[in-house]
């Protein structure tokens, strides 16, 4: 949804591209059976985390393309078993706390930066960064708060956190107003991605 048209087009995404979408777009990857790695990325970026568990991939995910070119196929050379009893099943991927997941490891796999990109890594706002996940980590827990002492409690807690998505949250539920309305992830990360100045990261190639 995100690249559009650019998927029926061989191209190459230039890093850090790929990986500050991961801050937005869940992943750019379906799964890892997309992907055919060198060994060399695995030496500079590291293994997977276990902590992570079947989560794992997202972090390691950004963490490669952060300093990582990505070269995109429009050909399907793999495909991909889904059934009821694989690790990602076992996950409820629309909690709150999947989403606090990833906040977790977006602050994890973005240091990469700061010795690939040092100068883009001091012009990053982890806070606005981060939005678009403590957005939906605060809306879907508020919905999974079943008592008014719990639901207020949960409010209490994430004005500590992020005060602004609270504010926000609560002057579009009261007044029908304010930035929430235009609000999607598309067009948010678009905007971030040029804040931050990064412009033409898209090489579009021959067949």
């Known amino acids: 949804q995100f690249y559009g048209e650019l998927m029926s087009k061989k191209h190459k995404r230039l890093a850090p591209y790929d990986g500050l979408l991961y801050c937005a777009l869940y992943s750019v990857f379906v799964s890892l059976t997309q992907l055919l ?3 060399s990325l695995v030496d500079r970026v ?5 902590d992570w568990g079947s989560m794992g991939d997202f972090e390691w995910g950004m963490r490669s393309t952060l300093v990582c070119n990505t070269l995109h ?4 050379l793999a495909t991909w078993r889904i059934h ?4 990602t099943a076992i996950t409820n991927p629309s909690s709150s706390k999947f989403r606090e997941k990833f906040c977790e490891m977006i602050i994890a796999a973005l240091p990469i930066l700061k010795i690939r990109h040092p100068e883009l890594f001091a012009r990053l706002n982890q806070q606005r960064l981060l939005f678009p ?3 939906e980590q605060f809306t879907l827990g508020l ?3 079943c008592h008014v002492l719990a639901r207020l409690l949960f409010i209490v807690k994430f004005l500590l956190l992020r005060p602004d998505i609270v504010g926000m949250v609560w002057q579009q539920r009261l007044f029908k107003q304010g930035v929430m309305q235009t609000y999607d992830r ?4 678009r905007a971030e991605l040029k804040r931050l100045d990064i412009g033409e990261c898209i090489q579009v190639l021959d067949a």
Not at 46 to 50: D, I, N, P, Q, V
């Open 133 to 135: 996940y403590r957005l």
């Open 46 to 50: 590291g293994l997977f985390r276990s």
């Open 37 to 39: 790695i060198r060994r």
């Open 143 to 145: 919905a999974e708060q």
């Open 186 to 189: 598309y067009s948010y990360i």
């Open 73 to 76: 196929l429009p050909e399907t």
């Open 84 to 87: 009821d009893h694989q690790a």
